[in-house]
């Protein structure tokens, strides 16, 4: 019976090329796992890259893991970051992972890459691992242990094999249909497509290019756009582009009561009425015991009172933490900070508080939670709330106790992960601390709890999630996944986890941290550091790690220098929070916008802070995109009917350009006067014309061929190349980033030929208006392959424009005024056919990529 993919088992292999090793640290030492062993390793002899071991499986397999083993000790030769690829051919292996491993004893495996991009698996019988950086800058690489894991049954990889040269002999042919198509081989293109039955590209597609590069119909191809849009065709592009941040601070009315001042207090938001409630802190002086709500929609805050402990409610307190129960509209509270002097027996009580929103009253659940199976009294612990199940999740933070046994035993003990259960008011211990004297026995879960850290409750996949925070002089870095259904703990590699900081939060530093469920994103803002040493290091930095790719990324990073005016009243200067700590966040799903107040700038121990943040995260929507397409298009009808039209011309800039500019906009407002320019530019340059271009890609200048001043065409190309940041700049206005692969599109085959080379391949054609449309098709791809030339065009710039000048069989310094016209004719006609071409690059970028044209070229894999 033919394997499946869950037919997971270890894989043989050889080793079948390497670098280089060093002394007796062999290569083959990698197939054996002996990590007590110092010299059971491989290791180069140099760390001069490229570095590297080839492996080759006995058959070809599908690979789905690599697991690496490790010596018993950390070791600086240890790979710290790393590269895998694989194929079917030494020569032709693509990136199966990229990582690292932590410097530590345990064996990692991760998971490779084993699909193709259509979704079929991908067999494969060559490995190559590719170290990059070791623990140890200057030390060579090392590889203790290699196992891979994958499927190697014979007929189900034959039966994979023939599917995955099927999909290759599609896209080759797909290759070829586009090659000919951008050349303008119509016979070729219609016979092959004909022949083998494949398609080059959805038929929307290709509708679209007919309409627009062929047809020049731009008002068709505005209406087909607009149908792209409403049906989501670029709701993908959409979704992949970056969060834009905007903080706002939220001022309220001068005469109205407001939160003081303060720091370790805590918010929460109920997100059926957009309520957020703010409890205690410490204002520099002394505890609060305050209860404020804020109502998101009129922008009003309400002291609900004063003092909470008047009204059977909790003492003055910070450092606690609290969670709302949407269901019975109810806010549960836990935990405080108490100094060493008030320390005594009596205080050291872990009370347990409830407060009903509706009833405006305090209840007080249980005055020592530690007596009935809770906590100890805790403080910079962490709080979630499973609501269906009407559960309380409480983990971490540092327990207190008198200031006697503290002192005695000069250490500090964590609390661990702890349940509690509304309905039936029953704590459990769910897993213990690490250090907890029952940790050592094999019926009892632990874990290594902390402080500072974040941990979220992910309602629809039943899990907590916790990662980050400080246990004595360590920074915890690792991500932590609690599965409150099977009640399973798993530590969770983000995929682009190579222990490169830039990738990742950094440790040590005040963490915020809040998620949304629905779009499976969890948010964190990274500020000041508690820890003095650190002060220095003024940066806020809000990330966003993805819980479908498992990987982080960094919406933005700030350095900001702390001013008097982060402390005053007046704060309107500052357009972002200043660092700090000892703040609070909380986020509003419903309109999925960030709250943040308060804290400690960390610059006198009595200053905090009552500034009230607002954050915004947002993405270009539909809306935003079609009005970015509408410009492209509208910039190119309009440079269009410049050449031939000026009058029209200026009606067009004054109606439909207009239209579609923010003129309160400066850099959109610039743009546009950068367009009307277009129409008092000269076009010549020497008696030559040199093709005017505005936000679109370098052209040559004609007159490179034949004119005397060699610096017009650098002045073009720097021309076109301000024009592509400025076009970039607006795109990024309109919020919508331009299509990297177009920006990136290597046009040097088209700016160093002008549409005489073009013609020189087909010499029956006298002038651009003669030529069916096919052949004067520019490169409609993302990397624009090279049009056919004679070798003699390169020799002589006008070789190639004498084959098509009937009347000028010979070139002429003293061409006649009507030669040069007719030339200049041909070059603009040539010019806006490749504009036109790029412009629907541009466009197919932002649609799904199994509807489009593939995104290399032949010419991408001919080297001459």
């Not at 405006?360 to 199940?389: A, E, R, Y």
């Not at 830039?502 to 779009?519: L, M």
């Not at 052209?699 to 190349?721: C, E, F, I, M, Y």
Request: net charge negative; aromatic share 10%.
């Amino acid at each position: 019976m033919a394997g499946t993919i869950s037919d997971i088992k270890k894989l043989d292999y050889d080793i079948y090329k390497y670098s280089s090793y060093s002394s007796s640290y062999l290569p083959e030492n990698i197939r054996e796992d002996n990590p007590s062993n110092q010299t059971s390793r491989w290791s180069s002899n140099t760390n001069t890259p490229p570095q590297y071991l080839v492996l080759k499986l006995e058959r070809p397999a599908i690979v789905t893991k690599i697991k690496f083993g490790k010596y018993e000790k950390t070791h600086v030769c240890n790979l710290r970051k790393f590269k895998i690829l694989g194929g079917l051919e030494e020569e032709r292996m693509v990136l199966l992972f990229e990582g690292g491993l932590r410097n530590d004893s345990v064996p990692e495996t991760f998971n490779l890459k084993h699909r193709t991009n259509s979704g079929e698996l991908l067999p494969i019988k060559f490995i190559q691992i590719v170290p990059l950086l070791s623990w140890g800058p200057s030390f060579n690489f090392c590889i203790w242990y290699v196992e891979l894991l994958g499927i190697e049954d014979s007929m189900f990889i034959l039966s994979n094999l023939r599917k995955y040269n099927m999909l290759r002999e599609v896209e080759i042919v797909r290759l070829f249909l586009k090659h000919c198509r951008q050349q303008g081989y119509v016979n070729s293109f219609s016979a092959l497509q004909e022949e083998t039955g494949v398609k080059l590209e959805d038929e929307k597609m290709t509708e679209l290019h007919e309409t627009l590069v062929n047809r020049g119909d731009f008002k068709k191809t505005e209406e087909m756009l607009v149908g792209f849009i409403e049906n989501g065709l670029m709701d993908n592009y959409l979704e992949r582009q970056e969060y834009k941040p905007q903080w706002s601070l939220q001022l309220t009315p001068e005469n109205e009561p407001r939160p003081g001042r303060r720091g370790g207090h805590q918010l929460i938001i109920d997100p059926m009425t957009s309520t957020i409630y703010l409890y205690g802190g410490w204002d520099g002086n002394e505890d609060l015991s305050d209860l404020w709500s804020y109502d998101v929609k009129t922008n009003r805050w309400t002291l609900i009172h004063e003092r909470s402990e008047l009204l059977d409610g909790p003492t003055p307190r910070a450092c606690h933490k609290m969670v709302y129960d949407t269901r019975n509209s109810q806010i549960f509270m836990l935990g405080r900070y108490l100094d060493s002097a008030s320390r005594t027996e009596e205080n050291i009580n872990s009370d347990f508080y409830l407060y009903n929103t509706i009833t405006k009253t305090w209840f007080l659940i249980c005055n020592d939670t530690s007596q009935v199976g809770g906590p100890q009294l805790v403080f910079d612990h962490q709080m979630c709330i499973d609501v269906d199940k009407q559960t309380i999740y409480v983990f971490g933070g540092r327990i207190l106790e008198p200031k006697n046994e503290e002192e005695t035993t000069g250490q500090y003990r964590y609390s661990g992960l702890f349940s509690y259960h509304i309905s039936t008011n029953t704590w459990a211990h769910i897993l213990v601390d690490c250090e907890h004297p029952t940790a050592s026995s094999p019926y009892v879960q632990s874990i290594r709890s902390r402080v500072t850290h974040s941990m979220l409750f992910h309602h629809k996949h039943r899990k907590l999630y916790i990662f980050g925070g400080q246990r004595g002089k360590d920074y915890m870095t690792d991500f932590l996944i609690y599965d409150v259904n099977t009640n399973e703990l798993s530590n969770m590699t983000p995929e682009n986890n190579n222990t490169d900081t830039k990738n990742v939060p950094q440790s040590g530093f005040t963490q915020r941290a809040t998620i949304d469920c629905e779009k499976d994103e969890i948010y964190v803002l990274t500020s000041l550091s508690k820890e003095k040493e650190r002060r220095d290091l003024n940066i806020n930095s809000f990330w966003l790690f993805s819980l479908s790719k498992k990987e982080w990324c960094c919406v933005y990073k700030s350095e900001h220098s702390n001013g008097e005016n982060c402390y005053q009243k007046s704060q309107n200067t500052c357009h972002e929070p200043c660092p700090r700590y000892a703040h609070q966040i909380v986020y509003d799903t419903t309109n999925q916008v960030h709250f943040l107040f308060g804290g400690n700038p960390g610059t006198n121990s009595n200053v905090r802070l009552d500034d009230f943040w607002v954050l915004r995260l947002e993405k270009p929507n539909r809306g935003n995109i079609l009005r970015y397409c509408k410009y492209l298009l509208r910039k190119q009808e309009y440079e269009e009917i410049t050449k031939n039209d000026p009058l029209s011309a200026i009606l067009y800039l004054q109606t439909k350009l207009y239209d579609i500019i923010d003129h309160s906009d400066p850099v959109q407002l610039k743009e546009f006067h950068k367009l009307a320019s277009l129409l008092f530019k000269s076009d010549t340059v020497d008696g030559e014309t040199e093709p005017t271009s505005l936000l679109t890609c370098p052209l040559a200048s004609t007159a490179s061929a034949s004119a005397p001043v060699g610096g017009n065409k650098h002045k073009q190309q720097r021309a076109d190349d301000d024009g592509h940041k400025e076009e970039e700049n607006l795109a990024k206005v309109m919020r919508v980033e331009s299509p990297k692969s177009v920006e990136e599109a290597d046009t040097s085959s088209i700016s160093s030929m002008s549409s005489s080379d073009c013609s020189q391949n087909h010499p029956q054609q006298g002038a651009a208006a003669q030529q069916p449309p096919e052949k004067l098709e520019g490169n409609s791809s993302s990397a624009n392959s090279t049009v056919p030339q004679k070798p003699n065009a390169a020799k002589d710039g006008d070789g190639g424009r004498a084959a098509i000048e009937a009347n000028a069989p010979t070139p002429s310094t003293s061409r006649s005024s009507g030669g040069m016209a007719r030339n200049r004719a041909i070059d603009q006609q040539f010019e806006m056919k490749i504009r036109r071409c790029l412009l629907f690059n541009k466009l197919v970028d932002l649609m799904p990529e199994a509807l489009c044209q593939p995104k290399k070229n032949i010419s991408d894999f001919v080297l001459l």
